[in-house]
Nanobody
Framework: VHFVESGGGLVQPGGSLRLSCEASGFFTQYYAIGWFRQAPGKEREAVSGIGASDGSTYYADSVKGRFTISRDNAKNRVYLQMNSLKPDDAAVYYC??????????????????????WGQGTQVTVSS
């Protein structure tokens, strides 16, 4: 039971990427799903989250207006559209399922200890 992230790569500042998170071994429709990232030497941080079925979303202040999270339960996938990428966005991006709640809207709902079924991550590099 885990996620498989994909879609990362090298992009120039101002460019876009679409990350995909596919569940293996369980159905994502019952879970709130979060995207997180970890840059070298830094702690893993929450980027965005989406509720299981209530339409709730969360975005870190640093990505508001640039990133959009969505889900396709029929495909068992969650996506993160990242636009206007900056060098500070470079990191390994992970997705995980919230095992404690089905709605996300605040930073508290994105606490790492509430999430499980982590994938191996996908690398995003932003450089000219």
């Amino acid at each position: 039971v885990h996620f498989v992230e994909s879609g990362g790569g090298l992009v120039q500042p101002g460019g876009s990427l679409r990350l995909s998170c596919e569940a293996s071994g369980f159905f994502t429709q019952y879970y709130a799903i979060g995207w997180f990232r970890q840059a070298p030497g830094k702690e893993r941080e929450a980027v965005s989250g989406i509720g299981a079925s209530d339409g709730s979303t969360y975005y870190a202040d640093s990505v508001k207006g640039r990133f959009t999270i969505s889900r396709d339960n029929a495909k068992n996938r969650v996506y993160l559209q990242m636009n206007s990428l900056k060098p500070d966005d470079a990191a390994v991006y992970y997705c995980a399922a919230n095992t404690m709640r089905t709605s996300v809207s605040t930073a508290q709902t994105m606490a790492l200890y509430e999430y499980d079924y982590w994938g191996q991550g996908t690398q995003v590099t932003v450089s000219s």
